[in-house]
């Protein structure tokens, strides 16, 4: 038999059938943390890309850190009132937004009312991002709306990944309200006649857009070449 050099990848490989059923998964040699901690990790970061592609003023820094980094500050079991997020809007410091983590069990009302008693009367927030990761019950979503700002909730499975840099995806860019009079008077149209996106969308509610907003989107594939055309949101 060859000398593979002590690597355990090739150790694993070699025995049994080759395919993982005599030992731990390849997946495993990959990565050897928490599968916890890991989907913390990516959810926060998407979180944080998405907050500044909104405009918040969020580092770089912030964002490049690295799985290793996160778990160092974090540990593998993760204390989720230490990954809320609170960030000013860069050109509106009193617009700010504040984004927090709900547990791993049902989000019940008890856990909205607790939400609330931590940022009341504490920040002056235009916005609150809940990220959850099961249900949450008719009477916790019924508090959700007594908040007095707009609130958005994401599962954590949906922010694993960048939507917006997955490779089959177009860019999308949303345009201010004087490029958008610009467009319609240039085209001579009434914005009910431009195509359509859902605001429950995932890309309309990654950027939080509301009704009546137009995003610009940008294909450039081998078959259709370069093109843009514009969705207006309903």
């Not at 989907?39 to 820094?61: A, F, K, N, Q, V």
């Not at 004087?178 to 990654?206: C, G, T, W």
Request: with cysteine; glycine share 6%; aromatic share 8%.
């Amino acid at each position: 038999m060859a000398d593979n050099g002590g690597d355990p990848m090739e150790t694993e490989m070699s025995n049994g059938n080759g395919n993982g059923n005599g030992g731990l998964c390849l997946s495993s040699f990959v990565d050897d943390g928490s599968v916890e901690s890991h989907r913390y990790y990516l959810s926060r970061r998407t979180l944080l890309e998405m907050l500044r592609d909104r405009g918040y003023d969020i580092s770089d820094s912030e964002i490049e850190y690295t799985l290793r980094q996160f778990r160092d500050l974090h540990g593998q079991q993760i204390d989720v009132d230490r990954l809320r997020i609170i960030a000013s809007h860069v050109s509106d410091s009193e617009n700010k937004v504040l984004a927090v983590y709900c547990g791993t069990g049902i989000v019940k009302v008890n856990a909205i009312r607790w939400i609330a008693t931590q940022i009341m009367n504490k920040e002056t927030l235009s916005r609150l991002i809940i990220v959850v990761q099961s249900h949450i019950t008719n009477q916790a979503m019924k508090a959700v709306d007594l908040f007095p700002f707009k609130v958005e909730i994401f599962q954590i499975t949906d922010l694993l990944v960048n939507i917006t840099k997955h490779v089959l995806k177009p860019k999308h860019r949303v345009i201010t309200d004087v490029e958008k009079e610009k467009l319609l008077k240039k085209f001579n149209l009434d914005e009910k006649q431009l195509p359509r996106m859902s605001q429950k969308d995932a890309i309309a509610q990654y950027y939080a857009l509301e009704k009546g907003q137009v995003i610009e989107v940008t294909y450039n594939g081998e078959i259709t070449g370069l093109h843009v055309t514009y969705r207006c949101i309903w």
